[in-house]
């Protein structure tokens, strides 16, 4: 069997390769599962340079946890599986203020009346209408405030406060990522909720008129005037949308730091 010296690789060579693979293996599920970036637009080679670039700074700034002595064994397994539970934690969280984003969007398409789509479209389940708009929305404010640089910057000052995945199970961690679901159901019902009262009272007056008149037709005239009139409040209500947007990637920030950093 030919070792590595007499194939000409460097010395040392062997343990860098190691500790670049493991140290990318959590930075490498959090970019694989992010919004956009985990899905087809993005090719596997760019993810796998962009988590190996991420890898190589964190070994370069001393902060990479040692890798274990073998990973062909039962102790290797479980540091990989740790390392990739952190990288889909953090990814978790960057989805829940995306979920912000796409239920807020799904709950004001539904009373604008645009949800009909989704009863006749043969094609997929949901025809997100709103949603999709309000998660470009959202992209636009993560990479314009540089929300992308901070989760970056989180996820590597995590080797060194969170070097295994063992302190990923404290009751107080676990806690604080089972309440992201319901702070990011929170953030979408407040970003909904000044389009979604004025629409409330132009179905009540719709409701209002069609139990004065019963000869009104309330799907010929309800329909197009509740989708007028939430077109017209849209634009009026984006800055607000903006504001709440941002104010949930901020509070994701916070809460991704506190589970990851323990503080």
Do not use: C, K
Not at 243 to 250: D, E, R
């Amino acid at each position: 069997m030919i070792t590595p010296q007499e194939a000409g690789v460097p010395p040392g060579i062997e343990a860098f390769l190691l500790a670049l693979i493991f140290t990318s293996l959590r930075t490498g599920a959090a970019l694989a599962l992010l919004p956009a970036l985990g899905g087809q637009l993005i090719p596997v080679r760019v993810r796998i340079g962009l988590s190996g670039a991420v890898g190589w700074l964190v070994i370069g700034s001393g902060q990479a946890p040692a890798p274990p002595q073998e990973l062909l064994s039962l102790a290797g397994f479980a540091a990989i599986a740790g390392e990739l539970l952190i990288g889909l934690a953090a990814a978790l969280a960057l989805h829940t203020a995306f979920a912000v984003a796409l239920a807020a969007g799904d709950w004001l398409a539904q009373s604008m009346g645009l949800g009909f789509a989704q009863l006749i479209d043969p094609t997929t389940p949901q025809a997100p209408v709103l949603s999709g708009l309000f998660a470009m929305l959202m992209w636009v404010l993560l990479l314009t405030g540089g929300g992308h640089l901070v989760f970056l910057d989180i996820l590597v000052r995590s080797y060194a406060a969170l070097p295994s995945a063992a302190a990923l199970f404290d009751p107080g961690r676990l806690s604080a990522i089972v309440g992201w679901g319901g702070y990011a159901l929170a953030s979408a019902f407040v970003a909904a909720l000044p389009m979604g009262a004025a629409l409330l009272l132009v179905n009540l007056s719709i409701g209002v008129a069609a139990r004065s008149a019963p000869q009104l037709n309330l799907f010929s005239i309800g329909f197009p005037m509740m989708l007028l009139i939430g077109l017209i409040a849209l634009p009026l209500a984006l800055p607000a949308l903006s504001a709440s947007f941002q104010g949930a990637l901020t509070g994701t920030q916070t809460r991704l730091a506190e589970v990851l950093l323990g503080g």
